[in-house]
């Protein structure tokens, strides 16, 4: 079993930034995939960055790079999602997800993912 926690949410306005968190607890005694979902209201939930604990390699969604970038610090077992350029189409309740493995194919999709954190809002205001 792995438990997430995500912080860090708010409200911006467009332009700005923001930094959300998902710390981990649990089964974490090898490494783990931690994605970052967003769900806005009446739409489904999407998948925007996903990292391999302790690889190098990050994933990102269309929509969000060169905006957005995935980070870890392994030894606070916390995964970060640095947003950028905020645009108000990036309102979304955003989630935290992992799982022990998923493909590369799979790596954005919520069905790939375990785990599940509780969200947290961001709202970005024009």
């Known amino acids: 079993q792995i438990q997430l926690m995500e912080s860090g949410g708010g409200s911006v306005q467009a332009g700005g930034s923001l930094r959300v968190s998902c710390k981990a607890s649990?089964?974490?005694?090898?490494?783990?995939?931690v994605g970052w979902f967003r769900q806005a209201p009446g739409k489904e939930r999407e998948g925007v960055a996903a990292?391999?604990?302790?690889?190098?390699?990050?994933f990102y969604a269309n929509s969000v790079k060169d905006r957005f970038t995935i980070s870890q610090d392994n030894a606070e077992n916390t995964v970060y999602l640095q947003m950028n350029s905020l645009k108000p189409e990036d309102t979304a309740v955003y989630y935290c997800?992992?799982?022990?493995?998923?493909?590369?194919?799979?790596?954005?999709?919520?069905?790939?993912?375990?785990?599940w954190g509780q969200g947290t809002q961001v709202t970005v205001s024009s």
């Open positions: 997800a992992a799982t022990h493995w998923v493909s590369t194919q799979r790596i954005l999709s919520e069905d790939g993912y375990d785990f």
């Open positions: 649990g089964s974490l005694n090898r490494s783990i995939y």
């Open positions: 990292i391999r604990t302790g690889g190098t390699f990050p």
